[in-house]
């Protein structure tokens, strides 16, 4: 049952359509939600319409670059022309370079900084101005188990997601009295299409299964329904908060 969760009929925009953002996508459609999802790669948002459909559902797919103010600005412009403000805004996108700290240049951290933290910003503002006019609104950005630990090889990345989850907080604190929750979800070690390579070569699976206190790895599917509840009702009370759905990883 999707009903206690109240999302039926509401509006959602998740920007990013690969493993957590498109999972995340079809839970909400699943909750009843008239959800776009964004991505500039249209193959990804054709596997997301496609699994709607077999699931009874539809989903509206955007494909759009994100690399700019403008143009996440006319991103969220039209997806409110498609489904209203939306009640509900998933940030979902993001990306590492696992390289050591002296390996990787200017380029390589600009690049990463935009994606993962500037279009958090200008995407959050976009749809915190439309949410505050409205009076409503619940926004969660996906965050990571390095923005707590320090992983050699991902420091840009962790930068990115120490500072998502510092924007989120500042967002939550100045839009509470407007009615908006702001939070986010930090993933553990998670097996997605984009990460299966890298997992299984060179014995990466059993290393980072060592390291979760439940000897696994998450599925999407995990991330996809804490998102989920943080978007709806029965979370209105939470803001400003980073759920770790990670196995216990932040624990050891």
Not at 83 to 98: K, L, S
Not at 105 to 128: F, K, M, P, R, Y
Not at 223 to 239: E, H, K, N, P, Q
Request: aromatic share 6%; proline share 4%.
């Amino acid at each position: 049952m999707t009903g206690w969760l109240n999302l039926e009929g509401k509006g959602a925009l998740v920007v990013g359509a690969g493993g957590l953002g498109g999972s995340t996508a079809l839970s909400l459609a699943a909750a009843g939600m008239r959800t776009v999802v964004v991505d500039r790669d249209a193959a990804t948002l054709a596997g997301v319409a496609a699994a709607a459909g077999d699931a009874g559902r539809e989903i509206v797919t955007l494909a759009a670059d994100i690399s700019t103010p403008e143009s996440c600005r006319a991103v969220v412009a039209d997806a409110v022309d498609r489904v209203g403000t939306p009640h509900a805004f998933v940030h979902a996108v993001g990306r590492n370079d696992r390289r050591p700290v002296l390996e990787l240049g200017d380029d390589d951290w600009e690049s990463i900084l935009t994606l993962n933290l500037s279009t958090a910003w200008w995407l959050g503002q976009a749809v915190g101005r439309r949410m505050v006019a409205a009076g409503a609104g619940r926004m969660v950005f996906v965050s990571s188990v390095s923005a707590l630990l320090a992983h050699p090889d991902h420091a840009p990345y962790a930068a990115t997601k120490g500072g998502i989850n510092q924007l989120m907080r500042v967002m939550a604190r100045e839009w509470a009295p407007h009615g908006i929750t702001v939070n986010a979800v930090g993933p553990g070690y998670i097996e997605t299409d984009l990460t299966r390579a890298y997992l299984d070569r060179d014995g990466h699976r059993e290393q980072l299964e060592a390291l979760v206190p439940a000897r696994r790895l998450g599925v999407p599917g995990e991330i996809a329904d804490g998102v989920t509840f943080l978007l709806s009702d029965r979370a209105g009370f939470i803001t400003g908060q980073c759920l770790y759905i990670d196995g216990g990883r932040t624990l050891v």
